[in-house]
């Protein structure tokens, strides 16, 4: 959507492996034509954008190497970038993959929650392999400043290691904050007629509504730079247990002032 | 600021252990008068508001008592309600305490902090100890309701039981969040040039900017309900670990999945 409005696009071929989605996609104008097959979406073309699931996308590059021009710049969406900009040297030995990953989006998935807007002045990080075509590097860069990004080439490994810390422990923070309330749902379900939920309660697992598969994907194929951060997320909670149930009123301050001077270091306001 | 634009008050005294703190209240026009003492401040009013860290409050009641008229309505803003609404009724035997918390406020602490909006349209929760005068009760809802909130009568345990589960637990994951950050902050300092923070990180840790020592307190004060919501967090994040290690596809969706659950009954989009 971002793309035809910027005048970016000739004619759009999607492939999706559910046939609604793409049906969706028809409906919307967002695609021009639905293809049988992944090969086929590619055939021909001068841009491929993958938007998969972060683990599918090694398989998805080695499936449409043979249907690939020499000439088609491919590109990606997802969240890590080390491992499949090092598999796609081997898996594209011609040089036209391009990883990509624009600093944009929502907890919400699927044509109907797109939004064309939502590149409009954000940063989209671009990891080429080694090999990678100049051709194909300045046509990645290329698509994603017409959709009005500002485009910041990235060492892979850096890359993933800045996901870690600024969204992929966040996500393990909501969804652990999130299924923590379960034993106490039927309670909430019984209150919400005198208390709508806070305001923290709302930020802190707004991102816990994001699909489930996406991010066991993106931490499973993040996993040497999230890992230890997690155990570093369960020791901290773990602590602030120890203490409170202590009384360690030191202890506790301790620790929640660690937290404020980390959280106005992170976020100047 | 508040209760003078919709003309509830009088004159206001005002008393800070902070010099400072009521030195700009008055600068602000929030304040008519600076008291020497809390005794001197609360001496022949009709309304006394306790603004005080939850755990200091009952000590204040206590110290309060020989100085109140029996007809001054004592009311606070503690985040905790079930420990101090039963203390008062032996620190305050003549019944003047009603204890409040109105859903209400923000990260930011201090007079200059301050919004004279932030009541419209809240719910200000109110807990009466057995022994408080109808008076005081009636006047402690006609004092929210005046500010433009909706009172709610509730119990005591049930009001700290649902606080637990909607901020006081949501703060424990935010600042222990931030805190788990640490390790890494030299290296986000080196990275703010390329990527600012993303919004998952600036709402997942925007409440571990609130004040360490108030937290503390609305901790420690609350433990019975909330270690064991803490000690669940932690659970669920050593899930996620464990998962993450051991590279369980399976066992990371269903705590993911069961996340999203919770996340999609507590917050209906």
């Known amino acids: 959507m971002a793309g035809r409005r910027a005048g970016l696009l000739g004619r759009v071929v999607g492939y999706d492996p559910e046939p609604q989605a793409t049906a969706a996609a028809i409906r919307q104008g967002v695609i021009d034509e639905v293809a049988v097959s992944p090969e086929t979406a590619v055939r021909g073309a001068s841009l ?47 040089g036209q993959f391009v990883g990509c990953h624009p600093m944009a989006g929502a907890e919400f998935s699927g044509v109907v929650a797109a939004d064309a807007d939502i590149f409009a002045g954000r940063v989209c990080f671009v990891c080429p392999p080694q090999n990678a075509r100049a051709e194909c590097i300045a046509a990645a860069h290329a698509f994603w400043i017409g959709l009005g990004c500002q485009t910041v080439a990235i060492d892979p490994a850096v890359h993933d290691r800045l996901m870690a810390a600024q969204s992929h422990l966040p996500h393990v923070a909501a969804f652990a904050l999130a299924a923590a309330l379960a034993p106490e749902m039927p309670f909430l379900d019984n209150t919400t007629s005198v208390a709508s939920p806070t305001t923290s309660l709302r930020d802190t697992t707004r991102i816990a509504a994001s699909g489930p598969a996406v991010w066991r994907d993106i931490l499973l194929a993040n996993a040497s730079h999230v890992l230890p951060l997690i155990e570093y997320l369960g020791g901290r909670v773990h602590e602030i247990a120890r203490a409170v149930a202590a009384n360690d009123g030191e202890a506790l301050d301790r620790i929640l002032s660690a937290g404020q001077a980390c959280r106005q270091r992170l976020v100047k306001e």
Request: aromatic share 0%.
């Open 48 to 94: 491929a954008l993958l938007a998969a699931p972060v683990r599918s996308l090694r398989p998805l590059l080695a499936r449409l190497a043979p249907a690939l021009a020499p000439d088609t710049t491919v590109i990606d969406v997802g969240s890590v970038k080390q491992a499949l900009v090092g598999a796609a040297e081997t898996e594209l030995p011609a």
